[in-house]
């Protein structure tokens, strides 16, 4: 069974710094998909970013950047110029694909101080 | 963009009755939607996987009995939580996905309070 790990509970930044959040995963696949997911205290599931396990480049979306390690199964995410509004709990995920579910790490509480 | 709705928000009901959450994929059909379940300040766990058509497929540990999913059109899974109790009481979260790329969609999720 596929695993996700998050080993950050809480993480805090200044305002307009930047923080990396960090995930490892554990799978036997070759082919997979890993998500970053948002979630703030209205409990909607907000899609930060996506990655195909066979693209070597790392996606990126404006202020949001991954370091996708795949020999390492490791799924960092950066968020530069850290805004008031990226406060919330980050979920790390990963999917086998088609019919899979999504498998969440336990989620990183990110604190922006002004 | 794609849109998953789920309905009731919220939902308070009594020991021992069941209550139905529908999750609709509004602009796109979804051959499979999921169900997901979320306790204070924990993560999302799969509970299963609603499949149009056929039957639902349970994480373990899941009681099929107790949560019944029906996906009886491309556009609508409904999970019911029967003969609930307190501890029943969580956020309940669906999904849906479209197209080969593995797009995810949530819905909004469903506040149940069992009393």
């Known amino acids: 069974a596929q695993t996700v790990t998050q080993s950050q509970p809480e993480m805090s930044v200044q305002e307009a710094e930047t923080v990396t959040l960090s995930c490892t995963y554990d799978t036997s696949e070759s082919d997979y998909y890993l998500f970053w997911y948002k979630q703030p205290p209205s409990r909607q599931m907000i899609l930060v970013i996506r990655q195909e396990a066979y693209k070597q480049q790392n996606a990126t979306e404006n202020r949001f950047s991954v370091n996708f390690q795949k020999a390492a199964k490791s799924f960092s995410l950066k968020i530069s110029d850290s805004q008031l509004g990226d406060a919330a709990m980050y979920f790390c995920a990963y999917s086998g694909g088609g019919a899979d579910g999504l498998t969440f790490g336990k989620g990183t509480h990110l604190i922006i101080q002004p | 963009g794609a849109v998953v709705s789920q309905h009731p928000s919220r939902v308070i009901c009594k020991s021992g009755t069941s209550v139905k959450i529908e999750c609709r994929s509004l602009d796109f059909q979804a051959t499979t939607m999921f169900w997901y379940r979320q306790f204070p300040k924990q993560s999302l766990m799969l509970m299963a996987t609603s499949n149009e058509g056929s039957k639902a497929t349970y994480e373990q540990g899941v009681e099929k009995d107790k949560f019944l999913i029906n996906h009886a059109s491309l556009t609508l899974s409904t999970l019911t939580v029967t003969s609930a109790h307190p501890e029943d009481s969580s956020f309940y979260i669906c999904?849906?996905?479209?197209?080969?790329?593995?797009?995810?969609?949530f819905g909004e999720g469903s506040w149940l309070t069992v009393v």
């Open positions: 999904s849906a996905g479209q197209g080969t790329g593995n797009t995810i969609y």
